[in-house]
């Protein structure tokens, strides 16, 4: 299994924005971007000048498949995934990144990032409808449950999570079992989806 796994506020400092990949260090004084870190590398500084059309539809790119964890290539499936599909193409690809599991896990509040919310997914601490499902990228259907496996309920990171976390779960998923479940309602809508990316320069830089 392909994964990034170099220092994640490094990320940060590229895209100059939080992408929020440390779960509280992004919110503490701690953070690079809070500092007014520079990009990384020796170049950073020279990185200030206005970019190019191309530069911005690249950033914006590696902006979204930095926030959701997602390599390369698979990045690529998604957007072909996407462009196949009904509607608009960029929405539609931004709805699929929110409906995998890893992210379904971050957004029900237990995971405090979702390189934490990964990790749960893969330590077989995730039940789709009452099976276990280790696979990170899946992506749950209208009508499934996500739910906690009830042995790992009480672990004191997952219980400090669903207790101190302030995020908001969004609308597309019910809430059940008193936060210890969630339900996919419906496919995540633009407006519900809180990621700054601007998904139109994504779909622009595809289609060259």
Known sequence: MARYTGPVCRLCRRE??????????????QCPITKGRLAPGQHGRDRQRQPSEYALQLREKQRARR????????????YRDAARRPGITG?????????RLDNVVFRARWGS???QARQLVRHGHILVDGRRVD??????????VVSLHPKVRSLDIIAFNREHLTREIPAWLGVEDQGASV?????PLREQIDTEVREQL???LFSK
Not at 16 to 29: A, E, W, Y
Not at 135 to 144: C, D, H, K, N, V
Not at 183 to 187: A, N
Request: charged letters at 25%; hydrophobic letters at 40%.
């Open 67 to 78: 926030t959701y964890g997602v390599l390369g290539k698979q990045f690529q499936r998604f």
């Open 91 to 99: 929405e539609n690809l931004l709805a699929m990144l929110e409906l």
């Open 202 to 204: 994504i779909v622009e």
């Open 113 to 115: 990032s979702r390189a």
């Open 135 to 144: 696979i990170p990228s899946y992506r749950p259907r209208l009508g499934q």
């Open 16 to 29: 100059r924005t939080k992408l929020f990949l440390k779960g509280p260090k992004c919110m503490s004084q």
């Open 183 to 187: 339900r996919v309602l419906t496919v």
